[in-house]
């Protein structure tokens, strides 16, 4: 995955938070998603995933991160997305997918989208972005 730089001005606090509404028919599109789906189970990510970031990193990690990065990267402050309408976009995947999931695992999987997006935004801010294939 390409590191985006993603440049913070300031804190974001009070600035508004990152509009994110259709982001789940972007992510219907990726293939890795639609596998995942498909094949692998009926969640995103485990409890282990909210332990250890390189505990999922896996294809369609990055296919979740992709327009929310690029909306990020595109949006004055590169805000995060609030948690509530990630909430929303992630339960609209499942029921796309047919999906039956209790609330706290899309509770855990927002936590861990947001993780993953805090986590580059720190890599960019430093510079350092990640190497590794």
């Known amino acids: 995955m ?4 993603i440049m913070s001005s300031s804190e974001n606090l009070g600035k508004p938070k990152l509009p994110i509404s259709g982001v789940s028919e972007q992510w219907e599109s990726y293939k890795a998603i639609r596998d995942h789906m498909h094949t692998n189970g009926a969640v995103l990510f485990t409890d282990s995933a909210a332990e250890s970031v390189k505990a999922c990193c896996v294809d369609y990690v990055y ?5 929310l990065l690029v909306k990020m ?3 004055e402050g590169s805000p995060q997305p609030s948690v509530e309408p990630l909430r929303e976009e992630l339960s609209d995947l499942y029921k ?4 039956k ?4 695992q899309i509770i855990l999987d927002s936590w ?4 993953f ?9 430093i510079r350092k972005p990640s ?3």
């Open 73 to 75: 990267r595109t949006t």
């Open 96 to 99: 796309r997918y047919s999906k």
């Open 112 to 115: 861990v989208v947001r993780k």
């Open 63 to 67: 296919d979740l991160l992709t327009p």
């Open 117 to 125: 997006l805090g986590f580059i935004k720190m890599k960019c801010r």
């Open 2 to 5: 390409h590191c985006l730089f």
């Open 101 to 104: 999931v209790i609330e706290s």
């Open 131 to 133: 190497t590794v294939p």
